[in-house]
């Protein structure tokens, strides 16, 4: 009786070490810094607004080399920040409001957050 008891006990624990094994704590594991910039940086371009760049899609020389190619032809470049100058927000912040009235304008709220960049 007693090997039995034994028997069960361990095949239950087994059973039970098992299913913690297979379910886990339950817990998703924790974003890491890749994965939240990643997903900070996920836009499609199949909308009129360019979410990283605050910026509406057809007008981003950060995302259509055509655009960039043109605004290049104008002198309109930041060389230091890869964009056009009139979008760098970063050298000029008082642009970033011009593009700021012009999505509220179209959808009567304020823009999405951009992503944050490095000065």
């Known amino acids: 009786m007693t090997k ?3 028997r069960g006990g361990l095949m239950l624990s087994l059973f039970a070490g098992m299913v913690l094994f297979a379910v886990g704590c339950g817990k998703p594991p924790a974003p890491t810094t890749e994965s939240k910039v990643k997903a900070d940086v ?4 199949s909308g009129w607004w360019c979410k990283p ?3 509406p899609e057809e007008e981003c020389s950060m995302c259509d080399e055509e655009f960039a ?3 290049k032809e104008k002198k309109d470049w930041c060389e230091k920040h890869d964009r056009a100058d009139s979008q760098c927000f970063i050298c000029h912040p008082e642009h970033q ?3 700021a009235a012009k999505y509220r304008a179209k959808y009567g ?3 999405p957050p951009m992503k ?3 000065k």
């Open 97 to 99: 409001e011009k593009f």
């Open 4 to 6: 039995l008891l034994t």
């Open 69 to 71: 190619k043109k605004c």
């Open 42 to 45: 996920k836009d499609d371009h």
């Open 116 to 118: 944050t960049e490095k």
């Open 53 to 55: 760049h605050g910026i």
């Open 109 to 111: 709220t304020e823009p």
